[in-house]
């Protein structure tokens, strides 16, 4: 069971590594969005503030189609969904950072004990990178490209690059610790 936990470890860290480079490098961190200029974020940004600081920190769906004028707003267009936080903070939050890490280093664990429980019945290799890349795929497929699929609205390049980031990471933690942390079986 050490040998999980260190390959959790180092799973964790090389997930991590690969999240920075899809979202920590300024040439690939740009590609999955619209990036407006300065004038029109602030005019945005002093919109926000102006109509959604009193209701505070939350997602907004806008425009809200329960209602008659609602439903006419949303056919108009345009649409948004807005994370939005009443407060400012650093773009690179160090304590976030610290958190993913943690985060990944979590999910390797559960990965590794998944795999630690089929070591006995799924001995080679390639089988068991098999498993890492399809729970992968599955796992990304449930969790972040049915928000575009059941969310019509979304645009879809934005979810296909956090898709292709968190496949990317999942398959290269998962692939080393398979290939050196999980017991022979």
Same mark, same amino acid.
Request: charged share 5%; net charge positive; no cysteine.
């Given at each position: 069971?050490?040998?999980?936990?260190?390959?959790?470890?180092?799973?964790?860290?090389?997930?991590?590594?690969?999240?920075?480079?899809?979202?920590?490098?300024?040439?690939?961190?740009?590609?999955?969005?619209?990036?407006?200029?300065?004038?029109?974020?602030?005019?945005?940004?002093?919109?926000?503030?102006?109509?959604?600081?009193?209701?505070?920190?939350?997602?907004?769906?806008?425009?809200?189609?329960?209602?008659?004028?609602?439903?006419?707003?949303?056919?108009?267009?345009?649409?948004?969904?807005?994370?939005?936080?009443?407060?400012?903070?650093?773009?690179?939050?160090?304590?976030?950072?610290?958190?993913?890490?943690?985060?990944?280093?979590?999910?390797?664990?559960?990965?590794? +004990? =998944? @795999?630690?429980?089929?070591?006995?019945? !799924?001995?080679?290799?390639?089988?068991? $990178? &098999?498993?890492? /890349?399809?729970? #992968?795929?599955?796992?990304?497929?449930?969790?972040?490209?049915?928000?575009?699929?059941?969310?019509?609205?979304?645009?879809?390049?934005?979810?296909?690059? +956090? =898709? @292709?980031?968190?496949?990317?990471?999942? !398959?290269?933690?998962?692939?080393?610790? $398979? &290939?050196?942390? /999980?017991?022979? #079986?």
């Amino acid at each position: 069971m050490i040998r999980i936990l260190i390959g959790s470890l180092v799973g964790g860290l090389a997930q991590f590594f690969v999240g920075f480079i899809f979202w920590g490098l300024p040439f690939l961190s740009r590609i999955p969005f619209t990036i407006a200029p300065d004038p029109q974020n602030a005019a945005v940004q002093t919109a926000l503030a102006q109509n959604l600081t009193a209701t505070g920190t939350g997602t907004y769906y806008v425009p809200w189609p329960d209602s008659a004028a609602g439903t006419v707003l949303h056919g108009r267009g345009p649409v948004a969904l807005i994370f939005f936080n009443t407060h400012g903070f650093a773009p690179m939050d160090p304590s976030s950072l610290v958190v993913g890490l943690i985060l990944s280093v979590a999910t390797m664990l559960l990965l590794g +004990l =998944a @795999l630690h429980a089929i070591a006995a019945r !799924v001995l080679d290799f390639p089988s068991r $990178a &098999r498993i890492v /890349v399809l729970t #992968g795929i599955a796992t990304v497929l449930y969790f972040t490209i049915a928000a575009p699929v059941y969310n019509f609205y979304m645009p879809w390049g934005y979810w296909i690059y +956090l =898709a @292709l980031s968190q496949l990317v990471g999942w !398959v290269v933690g998962g692939l080393i610790l $398979a &290939r050196w942390f /999980v017991p022979r #079986g």
